[in-house]
Each structure stands twice: as structure tokens, then as C-alpha cells.
């Protein structure tokens, strides 16, 4: 097995599970045009046989160097925790953090940015590991009340209501308070 | 040109609404740059509908000022954050994060301040002079094959950087042109990946995409980090890179404005592969190239001088032909066809006035980049004082504002926040984002004048013997795609992340 790693396996998997998955859908619009000799799937079906090309170019060089960085390579991120110690605490904490803007995204259509924002601001902040409550409720408020003012009262940028009541009703009042100053400032 | 210049600053300056507007875009752009999670676009988008109360030349003039301030305010999130502003403030990351890591953060935003500024006037000068002669020269040199050819180069240049090697590279590049294949084909409109999702039929958006990829990985790194206790906030420092240190990348400079403003002549290319190309050129020709990556100021150099230099240069195939070169001179053409003008030839005989003013808008909107960025630099500095855990929650949601503002769709956001997650996860196993969202940007731009260059060369690649823009182009791509395949085979590899760590501990 050369140093080729469970990673690199997993990785060899996932990618070249994407190519066939990519590759046996593209029957589904397998259509031929008219002017252009190479169909809708010509571009496409290139571009995976080079991505089954690179995935084995990737498995030989993983197989050969293992984890090694290839010489010359240059804009490499260096995310500088290999070799840390984790546990399951930090595990767990990495995939709440990972899990929670997901949460928020599914929420925003019934619940609406307005009501959502605050609570997400205040789970991300404890999820970083920030346990005072006087800095967390402070910059909560903060961090709201700048984006209300620079988005909805300054660009009146149209943002998610919701549409389950109360939320949908915090919103609409917010938005008429909004209305009310606009017209006053005129 | 001197004569309709200065008619362009009086009509400019003389009027107080006009004078609102152009400083309002001047830190508009600047602020929407800087702000980490949001980017011109944002504005742009959120701008768009209420230029339709003004004049033609001041919506236009708006758009092009918050072009090019917003290129510039880009940087700084890329040098302070990792986390660029827009995709053509990537490359400046690669090495204006570490300067930041390096205790450099001054000298590397002094350096974006600076380099932006004289890459933008010198795009400037050379679009008023020569807008016409150099359309017309695109117009008869270049073509789909020439375009197409310079989209492989690009794509070449960019899987070279940020992989831990070439097929890590090469497989992110060819990630971020899969993604773009989502969404209807550009020749026959015949949909393709859609998943049964009817709104995929318009493709990922771009920028919830980018988002996501850029802004929201970076925050999950960071959150991980935090996590397993190996965070350590950037260093602050303001000082500015001395004259000597700037005179001695005189070279790159002079490089960057050509390659940048090259690049942002030619349609549907822009600002964002000028400042991959420009950064890649700089490895290239220096000889100490292993320092890239680790904090050389000769990179941070190198990109900002060429996307600015490309913004200027992006506004000639606009003005003069019609063909936007991003999504924001897309945006442009909105503008125009608000007030029932096309933008083309014929305006440059219709409205002169308007182009005047464009003009002269863009040449001082560069200007003040020096200025205000100078001014402004050693405020901004103070951002990476803020503890991570009160900058996270802000830049997530400025990000899902930015996502959800483009099309209204919850769904982007969803893309952008599922972008993230791939993007981090991707991080960890040594891929490049860069190399992603490259591939992303250009990937309906190559296939298009792919296509169009076939038809062209009734589908013979010997075409290219007779296009030799084209066929140079296409040579250099394959020759720095084969360097580096070479030297992934036979070259020694460096050292294992792990030792590179303790070697440096």
C-alpha cells in the first residue's frame, strides 16, 4: 500500500465516487445541439475524465510521498493545527460550530432574519468559548442593532420575514417602526 | 484627451450631488471591500435598483468608482483575515496572511494601499488615451480561441498555487469548473445538474458561492482552532513598508499594471485571473521563490497592482464593445440600459460627456485610494485587535446578508454555508480555495469560447498555427502545467506538514 493513508483512501473514494455520479447523471441531459458538435455533456464529460486523471495522479503521489508537500508549491494555507491533541469535547464544539449556520439558514424562511439573528449571534459567541454574559448580551445587542441600521434602515435591503407568527409579526413591526422613521427623518 | 479630461473633472466637480455620489462610492466601496463577509457586489446589488433616480453618468460613474475602491478594500480582509474581500483579492492572501501571522500587517497593507493606487492610475491614464485604438485591436486579435487559450493559461497558473501538490491543485480547479457546469449549458440552454431543483436551473450563484469558499471556511478554521485550543490571534503592527523596500519591486510593478491591464481588456476575463496571473508571474520570474507564500511583499505587490491595473482596463471592452468583464461591469450594463442607453461604440459619439465623467471619476477614485487608504490603514489595523469570538458571529451574518440580497433566495444561503463546510473540510486535506473559485468564475467563460472557438476552427485544433496570441497562450499553459507535473514525479517533495511544524518550532 505504499504510504498511502486511510485519509488518502477516503479521499480516492470520495472523489472518484464524485466523477461517476457526475458522469451517470449526465445521461439525464445527454442531448445533442444542433450547432455544437460536442452536445451539452461534451464539456462536461472532459472535465471529469481530467478530474479521473488528477484523482489518480493524486493516489500515485499519495501512495509514493504520503503526506509530503510537493517542492515549488507556493499559497499553501497553512491552517497550522497538525498534531494538536482533540478530544471529544473539541470534536463535539467543532461540529456544533459546523452544524449551527446550517440550523440558521434552515430557520430564516419560517422564522425570519429579525427573530433569528440575535440567537444565533449569542450561540455562535458561547460556541467560541466566550462564557461572560455581560460581554456576550453587549455585543449581541451590538453586532444587531449595527445590521438593522445599516441594512434596514440605511439600504432598506429586503431581508427574510418569516412566516410563522409571532416572528413573522416582530418583523413587520420592526419593519414599520422602520417606515415611520424614514418618513419622519423626510 | 487632455481638453475632454478636464471636462470630465469640471462636470465631475462641478455639480454637488455628483460630488455626494463619488464620495459616497469612494468609501462605499471601500467599506463594503473591508468589511470582512461582505463585498462590492453586495453593494452593487443593493445599489442597483435606486440608480435608476439619477443621472446616467452618475449611476455609471458610482459603479465604476465602487469598482475600483472595492477592488482595492478587498485586500485588506485578505491580508488581515484570510479571508478576501473579492476573488481577485485571493492571491494577495498567499502571502499578505502570513505577513499578518509574521507581525507584517502594516507593511503588507501599506503596500495593497500604495500598489492599488498606482496599479488603478496607470489602467487609468492608458484607458483614456487609448479606449478606441485598443478596442479596435481586441476587436481584430482576439477571439473565442484567444480567449479560451488565456482561460487554460489562467487555470494552469492557478493549479500550480495553493494545492500540497499539482493534482490537489489541478483537482480544485477542476471542482470549481464542475460547479459551473451546474445550471443551463451556455450554447444550447439545456439543463444540466439541476439535482430536481428548479432554482439550480440558473446555476450556483456566484457569490454566495465565494462566500462560502472564502469567508465562511476561514471562520470555521479559525472556530476549529478555538476549539482545540490552538488559536492564536494575528499580531498588529503599523508599520509601512520604507521607499527602499517599494523601489526594489519597481519590476514587479511595472510587470503587474501590463499583465493586469492585458488581461482586463479582454472580455469576460477581468480583474481576478490578472491577479492570479500576475501573482504567478512573479514566482516565475523570481529567484527566491520558495519565499512566496511566506509573507514576501513582492506577492502582496504583484496581485494588487494587476487588479487594479485590470480595472481601468475592464471598462474599454465595456464601453467600447459592449461585453461586460465581471459581474459588476455586468452590473454596469444595467445601469446603461435603466436610462435606455447600450453601452458600445456608438455612445462614445452619443453621450462623450458621460464617458468623460467615467473617466475622470475612475482616475480620481484611484487617487484617493491613496489617500483615504493611508488615512484609513492604521484604523483598519485595529480590527485584528477585536477577539475572534465577536468578529465571528458579525462576518457570518454579513455573509448571509450578502448570499441572500443577490436573488432572495434562502437557498443560497444554504450553498453558501454548504460551500463553507466543503471549503474547510478541503482546507484540511491541502487543496486551494483559489484554485476552486477560479474555476468557478471562469468555467462558463472557458466552456463558452471554447465552443464559439471550435465552431470557429471547424473543430481543428491546428486552427490555433494561425492564431498566434492564441497559440502562444496555450503553449505557456501547457508548459506550466507540465513543469509541475514533472516535478511532482521526479522532483523531491518538501517536508511532511508535521516536520515543516517542528523544524520551524
Known sequence: MGRLSTVHTIEIVAWSVFVLVFFAYSFEFNQNIEIYKFGATGWPRALLLLTALAVLGNAVYHWRFGDKIQEGRIGIMDDGDEGAQRDIASYLRTGAILLLPFVFAYLLKPVGFYSAAPVFIVLVILLLGERRIGWVIGITVFVYLLLLLFFMVLLNAPLPQGTVSPFYDFSGQLLTWNTQFQEWMK | ?505
Open chain 2, 1 to 505: 484627451m487632455i481638453e475632454n479630461f478636464l471636462t470630465g473633472t469640471a462636470a465631475l466637480f462641478g455639480d454637488p450631488v455628483t460630488i455626494v455620489i463619488f464620495v459616497a462610492g469612494v468609501i462605499g466601496g471601500m467599506l463594503f471591500g473591508a468589511i470582512p463577509g461582505v463585498s462590492m457586489l453586495t453593494l452593487a446589488a443593493i445599489l442597483l435598483p435606486f440608480t435608476a433616480h439619477l443621472e446616467p453618468a452618475q449611476g455609471v460613474m458610482l459603479f465604476a468608482v465602487i469598482y475600483c475602491t472595492g477592488t482595492y478594500g478587498g485586500a485588506i480582509t485578505a491580508i488581515l483575515f484570510n479571508i478576501p474581500g473579492a476573488p481577485e483579492n485571493a492571491p494577495t492572501a498567499f502571502d499578505g496572511y502570513p505577513m499578518t501571522r509574521n507581525g507584517q500587517s502594516g507593511k503588507a497593507v501599506g503596500a495593497a494601499v500604495l500598489c492599488s493606487a498606482l496599479g488603478g492610475v496607470a489602467s487609468a491614464l492608458i484607458m483614456m488615451a487609448a479606449t478606441e485604438p485598443l478596442a479596435k485591436w481586441a476587436i481584430s486579435a482576439i477571439g473565442p480561441p484567444e480567449i479560451f487559450a488565456l482561460v487554460f493559461f489562467g487555470l494552469a497558473v492557478a493549479s500550480s498555487v495553493g494545492g500540497h501538490n499539482i493534482w490537489k491543485g489541478w483537482l480544485s480547479v477542476m471542482l470549481g469548473l464542475m460547479v459551473a457546469t451546474i445550471g443551463q449549458d451556455p450554447v444550447g440552454g439545456i439543463n444540466r445538474y439541476n439535482f430536481g431543483f428548479p432554482d439550480l436551473a440558473a446555476g450556483i450563484a456566484f457569490v454566495p458561492a465565494i462566500l462560502g469558499f472564502f469567508a465562511v471556511s476561514e471562520v470555521f478554521v479559525q472556530a476549529e482552532k478555538k476549539a482545540i485550543g490552538t488559536y492564536a490571534a494575528p499580531k498588529l503592527s503599523v508599520d509601512f513598508p520604507t521607499v527602499v523596500e517599494l523601489w526594489a519591486e519597481k519590476l514587479a510593478v511595472v510587470r503587474s499594471i501590463l499583465i493586469g491591464f492585458f488581461c482586463g481588456i479582454l472580455p469576460g476575463i477581468g480583474a481576478t485571473l490578472a491577479a492570479f496571473m500576475g501573482y504567478g508571474e512573479a514566482v516565475r520570474w523570481s529567484k527566491n521563490r520558495s519565499e512566496f507564500g511566506k509573507g514576501k511583499l513582492e506577492g502582496v505587490i504583484s496581485s494588487e497592482t494587476a487588479n487594479n491595473a485590470a480595472t481601468g482596463a475592464a471598462m474599454i471592452p465595456l464601453l467600447a464593445l459592449g461585453l461586460p468583464g465581471g459581474a459588476l461591469t455586468a452590473m454596469m450594463v444595467a445601469v446603461f440600459q435603466m436610462h435606455d442607453l447600450e453601452p458600445g461604440p456608438l455612445v462614445f459619439y452619443n453621450s462623450p460627456e458621460l464617458i468623460w465623467v467615467v473617466f475622470a471619476a475612475m482616475f480620481f477614485a484611484n487617487l484617493s485610494i491613496l489617500f483615504i487608504g493611508l488615512l484609513e490603514t492604521k484604523t483598519i489595523l485595529y480590527l485584528l485587535k477585536i477577539p475572534f469570538q465577536f468578529l465571528a458571529p458579525l462576518i457570518l451574518l454579513l455573509a448571509t446578508i450578502g448570499a441572500y440580497i443577490g436573488r432572495g433566495l434562502v437557498l443560497d444561503v444554504m450553498v453558501m454555508f454548504g460551500a463553507g463546510i466543503i471549503g474547510f473540510l478541503l482546507r484540511r486535506s491541502g487543496y486551494s480555495i483559489a484554485g476552486i473559485v477560479l474555476g468557478i468564475i471562469l468555467g462558463k467563460i472557458g466552456e463558452q469560447n471554447f465552443a464559439q472557438a471550435m465552431q470557429m476552427l471547424h473543430y481543428e485544433w491546428t486552427g490555433y498555427l494561425d492564431r498566434p496570441i492564441g497559440l502562444l497562450l496555450l503553449v505557456a499553459g501547457a508548459l506550466t502545467l507540465g513543469a509541475s507535473v514533472y516535478r511532482a514525479f521526479f522532483a523531491k517533495p518538501a517536508a511532511a506538514p508535521e516536520e515543516n511544524a517542528k523544524e520551524s518550532a
